[in-house]
């Protein structure tokens, strides 16, 4: 295999990493048998005939960084019993998986791992980190379909080789400018609660709920999406935390990833983002949910998502100090409190070896002065949620997992007339 030079955006998230943070994104797949782990190594390289990439390190000449192959590469060194010698309870899975979490990658070998958990009661628990620099979110799940998912009796098995589509039409890049900046550069008037000098450790929290209750509510009520009502439950999560350990807020920005992902395209990395301001204090449901689709609407009416990555790439070309500062400008915690993302997950029943995956989270790193991120993976008719923080900014992240459920929950039951009268009416003036 001949060397893969990085992309651009692969290169800037190694830029990232430090001793504080690790440039990883992890997922917990929960199974409900044990792990055999000679078959599943034997399962993980039969999968990466299918992802060379996955067998390279970090290499290159000339100042040129490319993934190279890995002389004597094993899939057993990546492939391994957890530290943990005996069966955990499920309870202690969330601090297990932090203490895994906040170790970094070995830059001289392939970027990944996956760390085997025996579960009391008999299951069992794979923590699976994947550098970012090889794969987001979206790509992530392909990875784990190509090596981890058992192949489905009525689908081919999946032979990796894709081909690329066009680019995008040029109208997808036409938007207002002036829009746009006013929308994607503006700043919270206040400080927010998860800005602060992170460290090293690492607290989870996971969290799952029902996919239809909250798809059919949203819809209903103002013809919101899945992704509006996600957001929804997440900031009353993050109100319900703030007013009890940080006070009263109104509101609170956040960045949304977006996917520019094409059916067929292989790309590792391959999103931008949009922001927006999510009203925290805010207790109506059903008010919360529509502000929050507007502005939603908004900002994909407008294309922002594909405006933001075609802004970073000409930046790049005229002048690489020039993006560095727009980098800047875009991390500040001014611009955006929590990072949010939401990547769609199987959509049919999936095992590893006979085993059915129960649970399936989505962990992604913090990153400086940000002590908190959310991810959120969809598996089948279910949400799972993944909380990431350091604890020594963000106090009982476990609070957060609880509010979401306890949050979406009350979608659950039908709602009354006067949350749907609200709804319909639009967001508050």
């Given at each position: ?12 998230i ?13 997922k917990?797949?929960?199974g409900?048998?044990?792990a ?13 005939t299918?992802a060379?990439l996955?067998?390279?390190?970090l ?20 492939v ?5 010698p ?9 601090a297990a998986v ?10 001289s070998?392939p ?7 025996e ?8 923590v699976?980190?994947?550098?970012h ?6 790509a992530?799940?392909?990875y784990?379909?190509l090596?981890l ?9 999946d032979?990796?080789?894709r ?12 938007h ?18 998860f ?24 819809k ?23 007013e ?14 977006v ?6 395209d ?5 999103d931008?983002f949009?922001s927006?301001s ?9 008010r919360?949910?529509?502000a929050i689709?507007?502005?939603t ?14 802004l970073?790439?000409?930046?790049d ?21 929590v990072?949010?993302?939401?990547v769609?997950?199987?959509?049919r ?12 989270h ?5 990153g ?10 969809s598996?089948?008719?279910s ?8 604890p ?5 992240v476990?609070?957060m997992?609880?509010g979401v459920?306890?949050?979406a929950?009350?979608?659950?039951t ?8 609200l ?7």
């Amino acid at each position: 295999m001949d060397p893969v030079p990085l992309a651009e955006e692969d290169k800037a998230i190694l830029r990232l990493e430090s001793d504080t943070v690790a440039g990883h994104v992890c997922k917990v797949v929960v199974g409900a048998g044990p792990a055999d782990l000679d078959a599943l190594r034997a399962r993980v390289a039969e999968g990466l005939t299918a992802a060379p990439l996955l067998t390279c390190r970090l290499g290159g000449d000339g100042g040129t960084a490319a993934w190279v192959p890995s002389d004597g590469f094993d899939p057993g060194d990546h492939v391994r019993a957890a530290p943990s010698p005996h069966p955990i309870p499920r309870a202690a899975l969330p601090a297990a998986v932090a203490r895994v979490f906040e170790q970094h990658l070995d830059r001289s070998r392939p970027l990944w791992a996956i760390d085997a958990f025996e579960l009391e009661g008999g299951g069992s628990a794979l923590v699976w980190r994947i550098h970012h620099a090889l794969a987001d979110g979206t790509a992530a799940m392909r990875y784990a379909r190509l090596l981890l998912w058992d192949p489905e009796p009525d689908r081919p098995a999946d032979s990796g080789k894709r081909p690329r589509q066009a680019a995008a039409d040029d109208h997808r890049r036409r938007h207002h400018l002036a829009g746009f900046i006013g929308r994607e550069f503006a700043e919270d008037r206040h400080r927010s609660p998860f800005d602060g000098r992170i460290g090293r450790r690492r607290e989870i929290a996971l969290a799952s709920t029902p996919l239809g209750p909250l798809h059919d509510a949203a819809k209903s009520l103002c013809g919101a999406t899945l992704n509006d009502a996600v957001l929804s439950v997440v900031a009353g999560a993050l109100g319900r935390w703030i007013e009890a350990t940080y006070g009263a807020l109104e509101s609170l920005r956040v960045k949304v990833p977006v996917s520019l992902h094409r059916e067929g395209d292989d790309a590792g990395n391959r999103d931008s983002f949009f922001s927006l301001s999510l009203p925290v204090n805010e207790r109506d449901p059903g008010r919360r949910l529509a502000a929050i689709h507007a502005d939603t609407s908004a900002r994909k009416a407008e294309h922002d998502a594909e405006t933001m990555d075609s802004l970073l790439r000409g930046l790049d070309r005229l002048s690489p100090r020039l993006e560095a500062f727009a980098e800047r400008v875009v991390r500040n915690p001014r611009r955006f409190a929590v990072n949010v993302s939401n990547v769609p997950g199987p959509r049919r029943p999936v095992a590893v070896l006979g085993a059915p995956v129960e649970e399936l989270h989505s962990i992604a790193e913090i990153g400086r002065r940000h002590a908190l991120r959310i991810s959120v993976v969809s598996l089948c008719e279910s949400l799972q949620f993944g909380f990431c923080a350091d604890p020594a900014i963000v106090e009982n992240v476990g609070a957060m997992g609880a509010g979401v459920e306890a949050e979406a929950q009350a979608w659950s039951t039908p709602p009354s007339r006067g949350i749907r009268g609200l709804a319909r009416m639009g967001p508050p003036p």
